[in-house]
């Protein structure tokens, strides 16, 4: 087998007896993609286990067989591989059984180079489609598994998803900062009759007042200043899923009216546009403010309010529901961990006492702090808390003398020491939690020397 000396992120295959053929397609695709000649099956067949192969070109008639009988070999060891069928002899029988073997395209000798290339590009872009599509998939199914209402202090709040879940009408679901309102949503959206459909969210708190429109609704070019593209906009990004729109009490009055129109008429027109195009997404809005008073200072729109409420969801602070504490602590301590961390008894106690003003959110992050600085399998929580919120004041820090204060060079060693260690030394989950790029994570380990051994 011959290969190119180039080394490019895209590789094709080229099983074919025919040695010019082989050189003229090399010398077509070299500057583009790695390119690997084979001239029997078994030779392709072993090339693909070797390497990942993304394109095989592969003639039908080979010193030791049809090409088509090689098709579930290839496939076996690349699996993503698309396979070009390539014949100078035509026949239907072929192409039927070089498809049915696996084959992604068939193409007839002689071929043009250019007509080469397109099947090629073709069977490129079909591979990248088909990751996104597997990506997709992942993440779909990863946030159904984490759509999850803990606790039976939410029974009667998982009682009414699922009677959101089975209707398209909008909800309205209120709760303080913390509290699970997007989680809430994701649960409606997962548990309804098209879980793959799109889920989207946008939060209209950190939009410029200007651009939430046209994020909204779409613009074409040259609606505004700026707007040098088209732009497709949240609504038909969400077409046949859900749309969340958090934080729906900082709507703009003038943008309320036109959301109103949307959910009465099902229609959606870009800025910069005569067309008016139907959208079918179910609409979920969320906010952790009074929306009563909004309404009754007139900074919601009241018909707006009686729209999106159609099924209103409270989730209750968790300060209301201390009961569900133990069962949230070992749902985060296995989630984040993945380890056997335990917290003791006594812990337990002084976090059922605390008044979590940040809910779930701030009992997630402080459990994810206590892992990280650990020493050994239990974890302590209750000298993280916040005496200014609500704990008792035991856990206040004493003054530190001058001699006892670390620097800042000795807190960031032993933080990212602590950090490496608790999760099991995974240098991409420890840049994550740390807030900090891959690049800079190792960086800092070369600088401070911390070794395997730490």
Known sequence: MKESPAS?????????????????VMDCFRDTMEVYLAHTGREGIAACARKKVD??????????????????????ENGQAKIIFITAYPN???????????AYDYILKPFELEELNLAVERALRTIALE???????????????????????????????????ASSAPVLITGETGTGKNVTAKCIHYAGPNPLAPFVSINCAA??????????????????????TAKKGIFEMAEGGTLLLDEIGEMPLNLQTKLLSVLEDKQIKKLGSDFIR??????????NSNIEEAVTGKTFRQDLYYRL?????????????????????????????????????????????????GNIRELRNIIERAIILRDGLEIHLSGLLNAKVGHPAENVQKPLSDASIPTLEEVEKTHLQNALHALSRNYAKTARVLGISLSTLKRKIKEYGITDSV
Not at 134 to 157: D, V
Request: charged share 30%; aromatic share 6%; glycine share 6%.
């Open 8 to 24: 490019k992120s895209k590789t094709l295959l080229v099983i074919d007896d025919d040695r010019l053929l082989c050189d003229v």
């Open 92 to 102: 239907f029988e072929n192409a039927v059984y070089a498809i049915k073997a696996g």
């Open 55 to 76: 394109v095989v070109l592969l003639d039908q008639n080979l010193p030791d067989g049809e090409g088509h009988t090689f098709c579930p070999s290839i496939l076996k």
């Open 131 to 165: 990751k996104i599509e597997q990506f997709q998939n992942y993440r779909i199914s990863k946030e159904s598994e984490e759509a999850i209402l803990l606790g039976e202090g939410l029974a009667p709040i998982r009682r009414l998803v699922q009677l959101a879940a």
């Open 207 to 228: 939009l410029p007042e200007s651009l939430i429109e046209a994020e909204l609704f779409g613009c074409e070019k040259g609606a505004f200043t700026g707007a040098t």
């Open 309 to 357: 409420s159609v099924l209103r969801i409270d989730i209750p602070p968790l300060r209301e529901r201390k009961q569900d504490i133990p069962e949230l602590c070992d749902y985060f301590i296995k989630k984040i961990s993945g380890s056997e961390i335990r917290l003791p008894d006594s812990e337990m106690e002084k976090l059922v006492a605390y008044e979590w003003r």
């Open 278 to 287: 139907p959208v079918n997404v179910r609409v979920i809005a969320s906010t």
